[in-house]
């Protein structure tokens, strides 16, 4: 097996397919928000390379007070981009095909996790994504990313699972090479999701949080990170912090340890998201610009119904 970077990978890795060309990709396009700064420095403007001329559509979630999928008008939404409110043009209800990665920390730290997480591994394979429409990668990380498999067949992805745990965390990387693989298509009507397993700490990748946050968003990839918990903890507080981050900024939802989340309940929580979903198009009156990442508010306007949507948007699709 060959490594993202071709160097030799270790003996235990023993049927990854490399990840080496997307990961290339992957840093040509991050490579942009961080130039002149260095490798880990400040992310600059993402420089699309084109923009929509269609009116904006953002992805979001309905939940009545229960937690189940809700009910929604286009007149119980308040939205905001950049602080300024915006017009709902069409909201629809969807139940769209998935287009996903599952990506798995096999680093070191979390070696006391492995048969849990491959019980979310399995649970997550087995209860979200539906067999022949939706098409998934299932890729672990380390200091590298490496795909086990790939396809349309989730019980088949299954078999192709590997765990170890051993060396670094690149999990920044990692993102962005499952980004950029889940983009190829172009801009389609399936949902890009990422489901994370991972305590959410970094450091091993060659790119920083900034730039992987607007990667995501810019890709309108979906984040749903479950929390592991890690050999040394003394920051979990900052990679649990990470993992919520990624979640929000995208639409996503975020689950940590001790938080009373069982597999199950998670699982369910996801399945619920899913079928609350909502495409909106926004008033395309106001132009924005396809070069940046803008701010954005979406709330509902009744006490019993409650929203889940990113808090960032970008014109710009990969």
């Given at each position: ?188 009507t399936a949902l890009r999701l990422m489901f994370v397993l991972s305590d959410g700490e970094d450091n091993s990748s060659h ?47 975020n689950y940590l340890p001790g938080k009373d989340w069982t597999l199950d309940k998670i699982l369910s929580d996801i399945s ?18 396809g070069d940046r990442i803008h701010k954005l508010e979406v709330k509902s306007a009744r006490k019993d119904l409650a929203i ?11």
């Amino acid at each position: 097996m060959v490594s993202c970077t071709g160097m030799p990978a270790p003996a235990y890795s023993r049927s990854h397919v490399p990840l080496r060309r997307i990961l290339f990709v992957a840093w040509v396009v991050v490579s942009a928000l961080s130039s002149g700064h260095g490798q880990r420095g400040s992310s600059a403007t993402l420089a699309s390379e084109q923009t929509s001329a269609s009116s904006p559509s953002i992805w979001i979630t309905a939940r009545n007070k229960h937690g189940a999928p809700g009910e929604l008008t286009a007149s119980d939404l308040e939205i905001k981009i950049d602080g300024k409110a915006a017009q709902v043009s069409e909201l629809r209800p969807e139940s769209p095909a998935l287009r996903y990665c599952l990506l798995v920390d096999n680093s070191g730290s979390q070696r006391p996790n492995l048969r849990a997480q491959y019980d979310e591994i399995v649970g997550l394979l087995s209860k979200i994504p539906q067999a022949g429409r939706d098409y998934g990668l299932v890729v672990d990380f380390n200091d590298q990313p490496y795909l086990d498999g790939e396809g349309n067949d989730p019980q088949k992805l299954i078999k192709a699972i590997h765990q170890t745990a051993a060396g670094g965390t690149a999990m920044y990387d990692a993102m962005a090479a499952c980004t950029n693989r889940l983009s190829r298509a172009g801009a389609d009507t399936a949902l890009r999701l990422m489901f994370v397993l991972s305590d959410g700490e970094d450091n091993s990748s060659h790119i920083n949080r900034e730039a992987t946050e607007r990667t995501l968003v810019s890709a309108r990839v979906r984040v749903y990170s479950i929390g592991e918990r890690g050999t040394a903890n003394g920051n979990a507080t900052h990679g649990f912090g990470n993992l919520k981050r990624f979640a929000e900024a995208t639409g996503g939802r975020n689950y940590l340890p001790g938080k009373d989340w069982t597999l199950d309940k998670i699982l369910s929580d996801i399945s619920n998201d899913l079928a609350g979903l909502y495409t909106v198009t926004l008033d395309s009156e106001r132009a924005l610009a396809g070069d940046r990442i803008h701010k954005l508010e979406v709330k509902s306007a009744r006490k019993d119904l409650a929203i889940t949507a990113p808090r960032e948007y970008s014109m710009s699709t990969q």
